[in-house]
């Protein structure tokens, strides 16, 4: 299939095509390889793999935060912030009077954005330690929750997006970018993942409705509720 595709573009469009073509399928062999790799054991492995430079191209991380619509002095959690991928990008978008509570069960991701943030002397960034079934954010505290890649983690969510509610100010907004469930060359086991329908559903079923579906990412659905 794929020889006679290349058959066909050679014959008819010559270098231009087989440069794209072979472009491509340098791209998807890159991919293959990226997901056959094992997957992190330890934290610094972890966080590496989470700031992975290759991994902005198909995270697009400044036309995602372009598309929150956050102003100067809003507050907004990270929830799931691993390493701080995003929650340095929120800090920026907020401005210093403005808040990101990183919000993580895990002290060892914590720590290394507590770090970053001293090296960089960012100083809008309020670390929390959540428990898995509870995010610890206080109610009315925030104008956006923001959670990339984390909600497949969280164990019991139709008791969990209350907590979520309870944490949003009067029209705050949710967002949620997690991986589609299909076969992807990036992103956790498909039994992890959570279906975009299903995923609108439970969010719906805890009063939330969704106010912008973007698409643009190759592997993720790209959601922002709200109440
Ligand atoms: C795949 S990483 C995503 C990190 C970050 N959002 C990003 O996009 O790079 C998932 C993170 O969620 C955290 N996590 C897992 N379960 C959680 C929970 N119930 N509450 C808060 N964080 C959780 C993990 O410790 C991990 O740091």
């Not at 390889?33 to 995270?59: N, V």
């Not at 210093?96 to 895990?106: L, R, S």
């Not at 090296?119 to 925030?142: E, G, T």
């Not at 497949?152 to 009067?170: D, F, G, M």
Request: net charge neutral; hydrophobic share 40%; charged share 20%.
């Amino acid at each position: 299939m794929v020889l006679f595709g290349l058959h066909r573009l050679t014959v008819a469009c010559r270098p231009r095509a087989i440069l794209g073509f072979s472009l491509a399928l340098a791209s998807l062999v890159a991919a293959a390889a990226r997901a056959q790799q094992p997957l992190p054991k330890t934290d610094s492995e972890y966080i590496h793999h989470l700031e992975d430079p290759q991994r902005g191209e198909w995270q697009k991380p400044a036309e995602v935060i372009a598309k929150l619509g956050l102003k100067p002095g809003d507050q907004v959690a990270d929830l799931g912030a691993g390493s701080g991928y995003f929650t340095f990008l929120l800090a920026r978008a907020v401005g210093p009077q403005g808040k990101v509570y990183a919000v993580d069960i895990e002290g060892e991701m914590l720590d290394y954005i507590r770090q970053r943030a001293q090296n960089d002397n960012v100083k809008n960034i309020q670390l929390v330690k959540a428990s898995p079934h509870d995010p610890k954010l206080a109610p009315a505290s925030v104008d956006m929750i923001f959670i990339c890649d984390t909600l497949h983690h969280i164990p019991e969510r139709p008791t969990y997006y209350p907590l979520l509610a309870r944490a949003l100010r009067p029209r705050g907004r949710l967002v949620n970018i997690d991986f589609y469930k299909k076969p992807l060359p990036l992103g956790p086991p498909l039994e992890m993942k959570i279906d975009k329908p299903a995923m609108i559903e439970e969010a719906k079923s805890a009063g939330f409705h969704v106010i912008q579906d973007y698409d643009f990412l190759p592997y993720q659905y790209f959601l922002i509720f709200q109440q």
